[in-house]
């Protein structure tokens, strides 16, 4: 059983790894892509560790103590990361997608960027703060 | 464009969602890491928390539209991998199932939270 489109060589996801054809669009796309597969494993994993709640308190409690540990702390950060690259970045591609704001796309993803970088500092800050 | 056309509801869905994530997810992000006390909630918090009903209503939503969207996500990442329409067809039913699976599991998972506060209130009450 066949499932490729025959007229398809190359898969589409290959250009990802193209560095020629990393421009800026190209750039929004991978950043989208790459923290999609992230955010979608750490979905599972995180609905996995909330089994232990289920366990009750001698289950879940010590994973907690594990968890407030700072270099757990900084899994948190890199998932903050994430979740903004892809969803300041999600929310332009809706926009363009609804015809919003399409000639200015880039300055809209740069712009966005840095907004998420400086929402990630202070998301850093307090979450290292308590 | 065949393709285009197939997956066009998929990518009008996946917009709305991620739209709504935005509040659901800053909400959750909030309460889960920025609000309770020494970062992250422990049991006899989690109990506290998610005896309030809009809590328990906004949590099953936010389980529903980032599963929704998660599934959308990895469609459009399978079909980019150049499927044939019966290949797609097949993805599309897996991430139904899949994603249909995953919101009946945190259902259970928050009935069974729930339920478990609701006993330990009774039995600590005077």
């Not at chain 1, 898969?11 to 929004?28: K, V």
């Not at chain 1, 966005?112 to 970088?117: P, T």
């Amino acid at each position: 059983m066949n499932l490729y489109r025959p007229d398809l060589k190359r898969f589409r996801f290959l250009r990802w790894f193209d560095f020629r054809s990393w421009r800026l669009g190209m750039i929004a796309y991978i950043l989208n892509r790459v923290t999609a597969i992230g955010l979608v494993l750490y979905l599972y994993i995180h609905l996995a560790v909330l089994t232990m709640l289920a366990q009750g308190p001698s289950s879940w409690d010590p994973f907690i103590r594990i968890a407030r540990a700072p270099w757990f702390l900084a899994l948190d950060v890199l998932l903050l990361a994430g979740m903004l690259i892809h969803g300041l970045n999600g929310l332009r591609i809706a926009l363009t997608g609804f015809g919003i704001g399409v000639r200015g796309q880039k300055p809209l993803f740069v712009a966005l960027m840095i907004v998420a970088a400086v929402a990630l500092i202070a998301g850093a800050l307090k979450i290292f703060a308590g | 464009m065949q393709n285009r056309k197939r997956s066009g509801w998929g990518w009008f869905w996946q917009s709305v969602t991620g739209v709504a994530l935005i509040g659901l997810l800053g909400l959750h992000m909030v309460a889960h890491h920025f609000v309770a006390a020494g970062g992250l909630r422990d049991y006899q918090q989690v109990i506290e928390y998610l005896s309030n009903p809009l809590i328990v209503v906004t949590e099953i939503a936010f389980l529903i539209v980032v599963t929704i969207h998660a599934m959308l996500g990895v469609r459009a990442l399978l079909f980019d991998l150049g499927l044939t329409a019966r290949a797609e067809r097949m993805v599309t039913a897996l991430v139904i199932g899949v994603g249909a699976l995953t919101i009946l599991f945190g259902f259970w998972l928050t009935y069974t939270v729930t339920m478990q506060g609701s006993m330990l209130t009774a039995l600590l009450a005077p």
